[in-house]
Every structure is written in structure tokens, then in C-alpha cells.
């Protein structure tokens, strides 16, 4: 069964630093390209960051540039999201997801529409 599960959320001051885990269960993370959503209260789900199957190579949307680092460990069949000098704009739930093509879409827009299993997700609070 594949299943994803995100971990690492929590409360933290505005630039504050947080690490989110995305580890994978009943299939090879590394033959995925992985995505990073967040969807606030009200709003539709955007995109963060993706990171290739093919070559690692990595995508952040303007909102998280600069601040947000996408990294995937094999060995531990997990993907992480560190993210730092957080805003209470990155107030949201956080979420993993799976494409089967080996390279980053654009994360604006519908991306998320095209990934395919997604993880519950994980809060991230970010307030003083």
C-alpha cells in the first residue's frame, strides 16, 4: 500500500526554522518526483517545492525562495522540507505528494492536480 506521511510541524516565531518529513511507505520514493503544497484557511492549495526523480534537481515557487530547501534521503526513503526565516504568511497545512514524471512541473497554478498520492498532512503555525 503507498502511503505518505508528513511530520515536523509545529508553532514557531516568525524567523523561526522548521524541518518537515515526507517519508514514504510501500514504494521507492527516489522514483518519484516529490511536491511540496500548503493550504491555508481559505485559500487553495499552492505549491512550495518539488524535487525531480530524474536528476535531483529542484523547484521553489517565488513565495519561498531563498527560504525553503527541498532534500531527499534514499536511503531513508524520506524527502524533507527545511524551512526557515518563516512569516506568518507561511501559516498552513503541509503537505507531500507523488508524480510519476521524472522532472519538476511549474508549482503555480493547478499543480497539484497533477500528483497523484498525497500524505494527511502536517500544521505549521507560524506566530508570535
Known amino acids: 500500500q503507498v502511503q505518505l506521511v508528513e511530520s515536523g510541524g509545529g508553532l514557531v516565531q516568525p524567523g523561526g526554522s522548521l524541518r518537515l518529513s515526507c517519508a514514504a511507505s510501500?514504494?521507492?520514493?527516489?522514483?518519484?518526483?516529490i511536491g511540496w503544497f500548503r493550504q491555508a484557511p481559505g485559500k487553495e492549495r499552492e505549491g512550495v517545492s518539488c524535487?525531480?526523480?530524474?536528476?535531483?534537481?529542484?523547484r521553489n515557487t517565488d513565495s519561498v525562495k531563498g527560504r525553503f530547501t527541498i532534500s531527499r534521503d534514499n536511503a531513508k526513503n524520506t524527502v524533507y522540507l527545511q524551512m526557515s526565516s518563516l512569516k506568518p504568511e507561511d501559516t498552513a497545512v503541509y503537505y507531500c505528494?507523488?508524480?510519476?514524471?521524472?522532472?519538476?512541473?511549474?508549482?503555480?497554478?493547478?499543480?497539484?492536480?497533477?500528483?497523484?498520492?498525497w500524505g494527511q498532512g502536517t500544521q505549521v503555525t507560524v506566530s508570535s
Open positions: 505528494a507523488t508524480d510519476t514524471r521524472s522532472r519538476c512541473p511549474s508549482m503555480y497554478g493547478s499543480a497539484w492536480a497533477f500528483f497523484g498520492s
Open positions: 524535487i525531480s526523480s530524474s536528476d535531483g534537481s529542484t
Open positions: 510501500g514504494f521507492t520514493l527516489d522514483y518519484m518526483t
